[in-house]
């Protein structure tokens, strides 16, 4: 299937301001009970290929996990990750609406029905220059966000998660990854959406407080 061919299956297709606006990380609204295509989920994956990427090196690799089992068990880990992560932040850091999300994805992600997990050919040695360091992660983030936003143009909310990078090697050995060639960047879960198309603007800082002109302000 075409890109062009896919009609969204809601008769609400956001503009591009609404979608780089109102696309925020979807936890609870997750419909855990209705599957996600692979045709769907390829077309978005498709659209995320044209993203900029370091050289036009397209070291990135995508695995999608549907298969119930393979979830389960990156799901042990998410949540073992994820109880360490709330358990190490402090509480003023978060809301406790956030913190209620967080867990919540934490606790149901074996049922969100697609587990996209991006990685980047190679590993980053430890004393790695900055430059390395952004640009090893940095290629594989533009095409994340196509991703998501691709797949919230066709009715479907995503949550872009890094906690479980905690157990890599675990994860990588569950699913087969060879971990000394590539490294996992960030799994990203997919579904359907409940409660209608619509989302909230995702709150932010006035541009004001972080945007500085020639000079830099603090
Ligand atoms: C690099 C990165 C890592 C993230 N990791 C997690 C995560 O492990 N678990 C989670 O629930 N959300 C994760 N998030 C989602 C953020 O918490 C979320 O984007 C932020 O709170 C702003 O909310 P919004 O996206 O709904 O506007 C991550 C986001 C980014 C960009």
Redesign the pocket.
């Known amino acids: 299937m075409t890109a062009t061919a896919h009609t969204p299956d809601t008769a609400h297709t956001p503009d591009i301001d609404e979608l780089l606006t109102r696309?925020?990380?979807?936890?609870r609204r997750l419909d855990l009970s209705r599957p996600v295509s692979r045709p769907l989920l390829t077309q978005c994956l498709q659209l995320a290929l044209h993203a900029p990427n370091g050289g036009n090196r397209q070291n990135w690799r995508f695995l999608v996990i549907d298969d119930p089992e393979t979830k389960a068990g990156i799901a042990r880990y998410?949540k073992a990750?994820?109880d360490a992560?709330l358990s190490a932040t402090s509480q003023a850091a978060m809301s406790d609406k956030?913190v209620a999300?967080?867990r919540y994805?934490?606790d149901h992600l074996h049922e969100v029905p697609a587990l996209v997990l991006a990685c980047t050919r190679g590993r980053l040695p430890e004393d790695a220059s900055l430059a390395r360091q952004s640009g090893f992660f940095g290629a594989v983030?533009p095409a994340l966000w196509s991703f998501m936003l691709a797949a919230r143009s066709r009715g479907l909310g995503t949550?872009?998660?890094?906690?479980?990078l905690a157990h890599e090697r675990e994860v990588a050995a569950l699913v087969g990854i060879p971990a000394d060639e590539f490294t996992q960047v960030?799994?990203v879960a997919v579904g359907h959406v409940t409660g209608g198309p619509g989302f909230r603007r995702?709150?932010?800082r006035p541009l004001d407080e972080v945007l500085s002109w020639n000079r830099w302000r603090s």
């Open positions: 696309t925020p990380t979807v936890r998410y990750a994820s992560y956030a999300g967080v994805l934490a983030y949550a872009l998660t890094t906690v479980h960030a799994l995702t709150p932010r």
